[in-house]
């Protein structure tokens, strides 16, 4: 089995089937294992330890004896590392990317600009971690001075989803590293050769034994010790609502810092003045990328009156000519959704929708023959009600809503409890300032589909989440401030 995936691969020591536990690559003699499947043919390409609380224990403990000494390193001495990773990371970019089409499904042009775009991260934060700076506070007597420092906060722990099984894995750990901290990484049981591959190239980049630590596994064993472990001072989760509700939870008990990186329901806004062509391109990036599994992508598509047939029209034929495909057979537009359990979610929104009303464009249902490929779909004249419109739907499928008044629209986009991300196609300024002031998002494209970058803080409000990824400010959220008082200076 991994030789046929290693077979694929220049450099096929990428291929890593065992946990990676104070720089030893691990596993349980005659334990279980957790199968890895290619979605787009239901093959099992790989299998890794299914590892519980006992092996999440030592990864921490690992974490734990390991961070005196990473902290301790000059931020330039950590950056020279994340530089070396980065570095092997775009060495590896083609294996990297097929590894990650095997396991995910996404296309391979897909996945090439996934591990980019993974890569941009471990670059941006191996320069923010030399700026860390901290401050000094004019003093309010003679004889004392104030000092704030920003200090690492400690052992991380980062659980990360199948959507984006190396950009979410680097967006966490590059910033944790470059802060100081080290980490006990759980990426998700579905896609876990993405991570451990990076981890590989991680310790081939220098990057000390116990620093970055990988468990495999079980989520609810290793999560309970991960969200209860009094050593671990730090969660960063991305994936879905409900399942970071749940940890946010669990670390209260030990106050945990936690980063939220949760569920969208994004509005994708289109007023008459707009470039129809412009957004029609954009929300097919917005919708179709990654099948429509990105928490980002546009949930909810709504186009006024006026230019609505138009738009339409404009956007079935595009759609209807995406071309579905196992990226690592060819050139495709999209890849198969991740499981079954996602194609029944899918068929359930396009049946709800249709049952109340809307009319199936183009696609509609799953695509005959092997894997879990579900045709790419555009719903119109999708009444407010249905399923599609409160639930992120997580496929491809574009549900068009009509709308006549702009506040109507603005009321109707931010009537949820998601607040990642929110699009809006307009020419007119005013336009423009009202819209993207009144959308309670933490993330508003306009004009484009496209928002993410390392160099911008991606994250969202409400219920999407707490802490922002990337960016000059996504290295916070692993320091601490400590306040440092001298006195008995006269
Ligand atoms: P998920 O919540 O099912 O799983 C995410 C991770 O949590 C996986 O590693 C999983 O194994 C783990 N997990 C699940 N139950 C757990 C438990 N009880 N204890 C500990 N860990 C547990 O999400 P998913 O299906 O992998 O990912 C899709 C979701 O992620 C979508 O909702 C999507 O919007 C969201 N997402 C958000 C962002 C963002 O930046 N806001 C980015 C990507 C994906």
New binding site residues.
């Given amino acids: 089995m991994n030789n046929s995936i290693a077979s694929l691969l220049k450099c096929p020591d990428l291929v890593r089937t065992q946990a990676f536990i104070n720089g030893e690559w691990t596993d349980e003699a005659g334990g279980a294992k957790i199968n890895v499947e290619n979605p787009a043919t239901g093959e099992i390409i790989a299998t890794v330890p299914n590892l519980g609380a006992d092996a999440a224990e030592r990864a921490v403990e690992a974490a734990h004896a390991a961070f005196a000494r990473w902290r301790s390193l000059p931020a330039k001495e950590r950056a020279l590392r994340l530089k070396a990773w980065h570095m092997l990371v775009l060495q590896h970019e083609e294996d990297l990317a097929t590894l990650l089409t095997a396991e995910q499904g996404k296309p391979a042009a897909e996945a090439l600009n996934e591990i980019r775009y993974a890569a941009s991260f471990i670059e941006w934060f191996a320069e923010e971690g030399k700026r860390v700076y901290g401050d000094t506070i004019p003093s309010h007597s003679q004889d004392t001075r104030f000092l704030v420092f920003r200090e690492p906060v400690g052992v991380v722990a980062a659980?990360?989803?199948?959507?984006?099984p190396s950009a979410?894995v680097t967006r966490k750990l590059a910033p944790a590293l470059a802060a100081g901290c080290t980490v006990v990484l759980?990426?998700?049981?579905?896609t876990p050769l993405s991570a451990l591959a990076l981890v590989f190239l991680a310790q081939e980049a220098g990057i000390p034994k116990g620093v970055i630590n990988v468990v495999t596994g079980g989520?609810?064993a290793?999560?309970?010790v991960?969200?209860g472990h009094a050593l671990v001072r730090k969660l960063t989760?991305?994936?879905?609502?409900?399942?970071?509700k749940?940890?946010t939870a669990a670390c209260a008990a030990t106050m945990k810092k936690v980063s939220m990186?949760?569920?969208?329901n994004a509005p994708f806004i289109v007023f008459d003045d707009a470039d129809i062509d412009l957004a029609v391109t954009e929300a097919i990036a917005a919708k179709f990328r990654n099948a429509g599994?990105?928490?980002?992508c546009a949930n909810r598509i709504f186009v006024q009156d006026a230019i609505y047939d138009d738009f339409v029209e404009k956007l079935t034929v595009r759609v209807s000519a995406l071309r579905l495909g196992n990226g690592l057979l060819g050139p495709a537009d999209q890849g198969p959704l991740i499981d079954q359990r996602a194609i029944e979610k899918v068929t359930s929104h396009v049946a709800d929708a249709v049952e109340r009303g809307a009319r199936v464009t183009t696609g509609g249902s799953r695509a005959p023959g092997p894997g879990n490929f579900f045709l790419p779909t555009v719903l119109a004249d999708v009444p407010a009600e249905a399923l599609i419109n409160s639930e992120?739907t997580?496929g491809p499928v574009a549900p068009i809503t009509r709308f006549d008044g702009e506040q109507d629209v603005i009321r109707a986009a931010n009537a949820t409890t998601a607040g990642?991300a929110a699009y809006a196609f307009t020419r007119d300024l005013k336009r423009f300032w009202r819209v993207s002031g009144q959308l309670e998002y933490g993330m508003v494209g306009i004009n484009t589909g496209r928002i993410s970058t390392e160099v911008a803080p991606?994250?969202?409000i409400k219920e999407?989440?707490v802490g922002r990824?990337g960016s000059k400010y996504g290295i916070d959220d692993y320091t601490e401030l400590k306040y440092v008082c001298i006195g008995g200076l006269d």
Avoid at 186 to 190: L, M, Q
Avoid at 261 to 264: D, I, P, Q, R, S
């Fill in positions: 659980i990360t989803p199948w959507n984006f979410m759980k990426p998700s049981d579905v989520p609810a290793i999560g309970s991960l969200t989760f991305t994936g879905s609502t409900a399942v970071g749940m940890l990186e949760l569920g969208g599994q990105t928490c980002v992120e997580f990642l991606f994250g969202g999407s989440g990824e």
